[in-house]
C-alpha cells in the first residue's frame, strides 16, 4: 500500500535589502531629527511658549539653535542630505513592485499634511507650522511621476533597458540643472514668500519658484525629481542583479572564524546595522520623530515654568 506525501509549498524567502541603501538613508534620517530638534528650540518652542528667557542651560540651547540654523555649513548640507536621500529613493525605485502605488499613497498622505498644518497655522498663528509644499507630498509625487514614466517607458522599449537608461539620465541631469538655475533656489527666503495660496502660487512654490511662509521643510519637485530619475539610471546599472553590492564583504565577515578581527569589527557592524535599520524605516521615522521631539519639548518647557503663548 503506497502512503501518500504531502509535499508542503517551499517559504518564501524573505526579500534582502540593500544594506548600503538602508544606511546612507540612515545617515539622513539622523541628520534630519539632530536638523528638526534645532529648529524645534531655536523657532517653534519660542513661538508656542513666548521669549526664551533662561535658565541658562536651555537659553544656550536656543542660542546655539538659533546660531546652527543660519550656519553656512548647515545650509550647504542641508542641500547636500536632501539630494542624497532622493536619490537613493531612486535607486530604490528598481526594487519597488509598484512606484505608482507607492508614490500615490505617500502624496496622498503629504495632502493631508498640507491641509493640517495649514489650518493649525491659521487657527494659532505658529510661524513655520504650515507644510503646503512638504517632504512626503514632493517626495510622492516624485514617485509618482517617475512610476508612470517607467510604465511608458518599459512599454515602449519592452526588455530593452539600455534606452531607458540613457533617457532616464538625461532627464534627471535636465531637471537637476533646471531646479538648481532657478533664481530662487539659493537666495534670500525672505524674497519669495507667497502670501495667497492660489494655483498659480502652489504650482509656482511645487516647482521652485517660492514657498509659503518660512517652514523649515519646502521641499520643491525641481530639482529633487531629477535625483529620483538619476538614481534610477544608475540603479539599473550597478543593481541589475538586485544585490547588495557589499554582499562580498558581508559573506566574508560572516564565514570569519571567531577572531580578535571579527570581535572588533562587531561593534561597527551592529552600528551599521542600526543605522540600517532606520533607513529602512526612515519614513515612520519621520512621520513620528517630530511629534516626540515636540512633546518631549514641551514637557521641557512647562517643567520650567513656561506657559503657552497661543
Given at each position: 500500500?503506497?502512503?501518500?506525501?504531502?509535499?508542503?509549498?517551499?517559504?518564501?524567502?524573505?526579500?534582502?535589502?540593500?544594506?548600503?541603501?538602508?544606511?546612507?538613508?540612515?545617515?539622513?534620517?539622523?541628520?534630519?531629527?539632530?536638523?528638526?530638534?534645532?529648529?524645534?528650540?531655536?523657532?517653534?518652542?519660542?513661538?508656542?511658549?513666548?521669549?526664551?528667557?533662561?535658565?541658562?542651560?536651555?537659553?544656550?540651547?536656543?542660542?546655539?539653535?538659533?546660531?546652527?540654523?543660519?550656519?553656512?555649513?548647515?545650509?550647504?548640507?542641508?542641500?547636500?542630505?536632501?539630494?542624497?536621500?532622493?536619490?537613493?529613493?531612486?535607486?530604490?525605485?528598481?526594487?519597488?513592485?509598484?512606484?505608482?502605488?507607492?508614490?500615490?499613497?505617500?502624496?496622498?498622505?503629504?495632502?493631508?499634511?498640507s491641509f493640517t498644518?495649514?489650518?493649525?497655522?491659521?487657527?494659532?498663528?505658529?510661524?513655520?507650522?504650515?507644510?503646503?509644499?512638504?517632504?512626503?507630498?514632493?517626495?510622492?509625487?516624485?514617485?509618482?511621476?517617475?512610476?508612470?514614466?517607467?510604465?511608458?517607458?518599459?512599454?515602449?522599449?519592452?526588455?530593452?533597458?539600455?534606452?531607458?537608461?540613457?533617457?532616464?539620465?538625461?532627464?534627471?541631469?535636465?531637471?537637476?540643472?533646471?531646479?538648481?538655475?532657478?533664481?530662487?533656489?539659493?537666495?534670500?527666503?525672505?524674497?519669495?514668500y507667497y502670501q495667497?495660496?492660489?494655483?498659480?502660487?502652489?504650482?509656482?512654490?511645487?516647482?521652485?519658484?517660492?514657498?509659503?511662509?518660512?517652514?523649515?521643510?519646502?521641499?520643491?519637485?525641481?530639482?529633487?525629481?531629477?535625483?529620483?530619475?538619476?538614481?534610477?539610471?544608475?540603479?539599473?546599472?550597478?543593481?541589475?542583479?538586485?544585490?547588495?553590492?557589499l554582499t562580498p564583504?558581508?559573506?566574508?565577515?560572516?564565514?570569519?572564524?571567531?577572531?580578535?578581527?571579527?570581535?572588533?569589527?562587531?561593534?561597527?557592524?551592529?552600528?551599521?546595522?542600526?543605522?540600517?535599520?532606520?533607513?529602512?524605516?526612515?519614513?515612520?521615522?519621520?512621520?513620528?520623530?517630530?511629534?516626540?521631539?515636540?512633546?518631549?519639548?514641551?514637557?521641557?518647557?512647562?517643567?520650567?515654568?513656561?506657559?503657552?503663548?497661543?
Amino acid at each position: 500500500m503506497q502512503i501518500a506525501t504531502i509535499q508542503r509549498a517551499p517559504y518564501k524567502t524573505k526579500r534582502k535589502r540593500i544594506i548600503e541603501i538602508d544606511f546612507l538613508r540612515g545617515v539622513c534620517v539622523i541628520l534630519m531629527i539632530v536638523d528638526h530638534f534645532f529648529y524645534d528650540y531655536g523657532f517653534l518652542m519660542p513661538s508656542i511658549f513666548g521669549e526664551i528667557t533662561g535658565p541658562a542651560p536651555l537659553l544656550a540651547l536656543h542660542n546655539c539653535a538659533t546660531w546652527y540654523w543660519f550656519w553656512s555649513v548647515r545650509v550647504i548640507t542641508r542641500y547636500v542630505v536632501i539630494a542624497l536621500f532622493f536619490f537613493l529613493s531612486g535607486l530604490s525605485t528598481q526594487f519597488s513592485r509598484s512606484n505608482v502605488k507607492r508614490g500615490a499613497i505617500y502624496f496622498f498622505v503629504g495632502l493631508i499634511i498640507s491641509f493640517t498644518s495649514y489650518q493649525i497655522d491659521v487657527c494659532y498663528n505658529i510661524e513655520g507650522l504650515a507644510m503646503i509644499i512638504n517632504t512626503i507630498l514632493t517626495f510622492g509625487l516624485a514617485i509618482l511621476i517617475y512610476g508612470l514614466y517607467q510604465m511608458f517607458i518599459n512599454f515602449i522599449f519592452k526588455k530593452n533597458k539600455y534606452p531607458t537608461i540613457i533617457i532616464s539620465t538625461l532627464i534627471g541631469v535636465a531637471i537637476i540643472i533646471a531646479g538648481y538655475c532657478s533664481p530662487y533656489f539659493f537666495s534670500d527666503e525672505s524674497t519669495f514668500y507667497y502670501q495667497d495660496i492660489t494655483f498659480n502660487n502652489l504650482m509656482c512654490s511645487l516647482f521652485g519658484y517660492g514657498k509659503f511662509g518660512p517652514n523649515g521643510d519646502y521641499m520643491p519637485l525641481f530639482p529633487y525629481l531629477g535625483y529620483i530619475f538619476l538614481g534610477s539610471a544608475i540603479s539599473a546599472l550597478i543593481y541589475k542583479d538586485r544585490k547588495s553590492l557589499l554582499t562580498p564583504l558581508i559573506l566574508k565577515y560572516e564565514n570569519m572564524n571567531e577572531s580578535i578581527l571579527k570581535k572588533t569589527l562587531n561593534g561597527p557592524i551592529y552600528f551599521a546595522k542600526g543605522v540600517g535599520f532606520m533607513g529602512h524605516h526612515a519614513f515612520i521615522i519621520y512621520f513620528a520623530h517630530q511629534v516626540i521631539l515636540i512633546i518631549i519639548a514641551c514637557i521641557v518647557m512647562l517643567s520650567l515654568g513656561y506657559t503657552l503663548n497661543l
